[in-house]
C-alpha cells in the first residue's frame, strides 16, 4: 500500500471520528467527554466546528484520535479475557472507564 494510500485512509479516520465526536457530543455531552476522554472546552470547540473546518482539521497526516490503552498488558487484559460473551463486554467497559483522563499537553504560543 503507497505513501498516499495511508494519508487518505489517516484523512478519513479523522473525518469519521470527528463527525462521530460532534454527534456523541450533542446527543449526550457528559457521556461523550467521558467516552472520548475530552475536557469541556475542547467538546464545545469540537461542536462549534462546521463543515469546512472540520474538513481542514481532517486532512491532516497524523491520526487526531490515540489509544487510551497505553499497556501491553491492558490491551491483554481486554482482548484475551475467558469470560463468557456477557460479562466479557461488562469488564472491558470497567477497564477502559479505569483509565484516567490525561489531557494533552498544550503548546504556548509565542
Avoid: W
Avoid at 10 to 19: C, G, K, S, V
Avoid at 78 to 95: E, F, K, V
Amino acid at each position: 500500500m503507497s505513501q498516499t494510500n495511508f494519508l487518505d485512509e489517516i484523512q478519513e479516520i479523522n473525518l469519521a471520528y470527528l463527525l462521530l465526536a460532534q454527534r456523541l457530543l450533542v446527543e449526550d455531552r457528559e457521556a461523550a467527554m467521558f467516552r472520548l476522554k475530552i475536557d469541556g472546552d475542547v467538546a464545545e470547540l469540537i461542536v462549534s466546528l462546521n463543515a469546512r473546518q472540520l474538513t481542514k482539521l481532517a486532512r491532516t497526516s497524523q491520526l487526531l484520535c490515540r489509544f487510551s490503552q497505553t499497556s501491553a498488558e491492558r490491551l491483554r487484559q481486554l482482548t484475551d479475557n475467558p469470560r463468557d460473551q456477557g460479562l466479557a463486554g461488562l469488564h472491558a467497559s470497567l477497564l477502559l472507564a479505569s483509565e484516567p483522563f490525561e489531557a494533552m499537553p498544550s503548546e504556548e504560543v509565542k
